[in-house]
């Protein structure tokens, strides 16, 4: 038996497309289940590298014979080997193509619907982080929002899709993962625009990004109506988008409302974050289509993979927009909260462009799962 590498892409279309998938994660027990590669048909198993050095064959009773298996390690060299062990075996296997680092920097663009004007906006999904990032295009200009440092991908698909970057926008200072928004703009010459209220360190230019200052794209004006909704963090700011999408950042999520303790001010910003949610917000159309920086859970997408769903919906089944008492909300948001991401402040620091960690830096401050949300 040979075996075979399967990409990122390839199994992001597995996750979409709910497909069985049997992994076998050779990374030390702490890595797997701190962040492991997440489907809703995907089986896991999950036994260290070293423990196999001398054979399989302890494990193969384990191993489904009729099922597709993916082996996976953090950078691929172990995983080919233990994938070429069990071929040996008679196995059909597959590794994943540059293991956890490149399943991390992973984006798929999904189409999430129509503008009015004939215009489009995608989604941009990092599957393996659970951030979001979006590109809307109308008669060949774009603006994109909340953009990861995998800058190529906005950059390729504008160009596939004929149309000239104008706008970039980060909805608030990212915590989780490191911004393209700058390096974007600097390419095409386009503008960044930046909440001021998390701009104050920041140590580059930016345009003010702040209520009443609505930035068009297209000849037909698709306007991008920013909407100060402070909470996550003491800046950040939503879009309206054709009167139609609600791009919330990281306030609202699907099943989840963003957590406000990411520049050490949880108490304080727990009262903004309740006024976002339910005083600002609640003016908001119950039609307009929720738009989140991250998801939480696979269960959380969609069909065709995106994830969206209607504000009116969230107000009806998302907890953290249902707690009446507002002292019930202060302990909800202040106590049920994960981990913070790993390496938070450096990731801070260089969208502040503080510091200028380089590329094999950034990925390793970047590993691991998405934590922006209260649980």
């Keep these: ?50 423990d196999l050095l001398d054979g399989v064959e302890g494990i193969l009773d384990q191993i489904p014979g009729d099922e597709e298996i993916l082996v996976v390690c953090a950078k691929e060299g172990s995983s080919i080997f233990v994938a070429e062990m069990l071929s040996e075996k008679g196995l059909n296997v597959s590794y994943l193509q540059g293991g956890m680092k490149t399943w991390s920097e992973h984006l798929e663009p999904v189409k999430v619907g129509d503008l009015q004007d ?27 929002i909340d953009s990861t ?7 390729d698909f504008a160009k596939k899709m004929g149309a000239t970057i104008k706008h970039v926008f980060d909805t608030h200072l990212h915590a989780d993962h490191i911004s393209g928004g700058r390096t974007i703009a600097e390419q095409t010459g386009a503008t960044y625009w930046l909440p001021p209220k998390d701009a104050e360190e920041v140590t580059f230019s930016y ?30 700011t939503s879009f309206v988008i054709d009167d139609r999408y609600l791009l919330t950042g990281d306030i609202l999520f699907i099943d989840s409302i963003g957590r406000p303790d990411l520049a050490g001010k949880a108490e304080d910003w727990v009262v903004d974050l309740r006024e976002t949610l339910y005083k600002r917000y609640q003016e908001l159309s119950d039609e307009l289509i929720v738009l989140p920086a991250h998801f939480m859970i696979v269960e959380e997408l969609n069909e065709n993979g995106s ?20 002292a019930d909300f202060r302990k909800a948001v202040t106590e049920n909260l994960p981990p913070q991401p790993n390496a938070y402040e450096e990731i801070r620091e260089t969208n502040m462009g503080k510091i200028n960690p380089d590329i094999e830096k950034q990925r390793e401050m970047e590993i691991g799962p998405n934590r922006c949300a209260v649980r």
């Design 1 to 50: 038996m040979s075996i075979t590498a399967m990409t990122s892409k390839e199994v992001t279309l597995k996750i979409f497309n709910r497909e069985k998938l049997f992994i076998l994660d050779v990374r030390n027990e702490g890595d797997f289940q701190d962040w492991k590669i997440e489907g809703e048909n995907f089986t896991h198993l999950n036994v260290p590298y070293f």
């Design 118 to 144: 004939g215009g489009e906006i995608y989604q941009f999904v990092r599957i393996g982080k659970g951030c979001l990032s979006y590109m809307a295009i109308s008669n060949g200009e774009a603006a994109i």
């Design 149 to 155: 440092r995998m800058t190529e991908v906005y950059t």
């Design 207 to 236: 345009s003010r990004l702040e209520e009443g200052n609505d930035v068009w794209i297209g000849h037909t004006k698709i306007a991008i109506q920013p909407v100060y909704s402070p909470g996550h963090t003491i800046g950040s």
């Design 307 to 326: 994830v969206s769903e209607k504000l009116g919906a969230l107000y009806a089944r998302n907890h953290g927009l249902n707690i009446e008492n507002e």
